[in-house]
C-alpha cells in the first residue's frame, strides 16, 4: 500500500533528481533571446550582470509552492567545503523530511519517530556547484516579493531571481512550476555534523520486514 511518506518521497526524489541532472551535466549553452514576459524590464547594460556564486556554506530557509498545489517549508543548509547539501521539509500539515546529499552521488531521505522510514538513492553525481549557473542567460530585472531583481534563465529549467542591490537570492523558479521564495539567508552558517548523520536503520537489508526498513527504490 502507497503511503504519505511514500509519495512524498517520490515527489522530492523526482525533484532533485531531474535538478541534479540539469545542473551538472547539461551543458552552459545560452538559451534564445527573448523576452516574452510583459512585466520584465530588459535594460541596456555594457556587460550584462553574473549571477553571483552561492557562499561555499549558506543556511537559507525557503517557502516553497509545490506544483501538486501543496505548501512546504525547506530548512536549507549548503555546505561545499564538506560535500553535502541538507534539505529538512516540512509538509503542509504533514511530516517532516530529511534530505541528505553528499557529493558522492548518495542521498538519503528520511523521517523520526515511531513510524521513521527511509530511502537511499545513488544519484551518480554530486550537489550543485557554487557556480552552478555559470552560462545563464540574463533576461532582465523585475520587482518580485517586492524585491527588484536581475533574471537569469538556463536551459530553460531553472529562472533565478537575485536582489539588485545586496545580490542575494530572492527566488528560483523551475520548469515544472515549483517556486520556491528565500525567507532568510545566512551566508557561513554549517549544520553540526551529527544533524546529517542517516540514522542506522537506513542500512537495514530492504528485504529485510521492519516497520523501519529501507523503503524500496522508486
Known sequence: MTTNMDNNIKITFQAFSVL???L?????HVASNTNNEPWLTTTEHEHEPTPTPWPEQFHALLYMNLTTTHLQLSDLWYDWPKGRNVNIFQKQLGIVLYDIEWNNGTSFYYTLGADAQCQMVDFGVGIPRPDFLDGAHYLGQVVTDGFLCNVWEKVEFIWYYEDVVTKRPVRWDFYDGISSHVMTFEVGAVLPDSVVQAPAYCFIDPAVENAS????RV
Not at 551538472?24 to 552552459?28: D, S
Not at 526498513?213 to 524500496?216: A, F, K, N, Q
Open 24 to 28: 551538472l551535466h547539461l551543458p552552459n
Open 20 to 22: 541534479i541532472f540539469f
Open 213 to 216: 526498513s529501507t523503503l524500496s
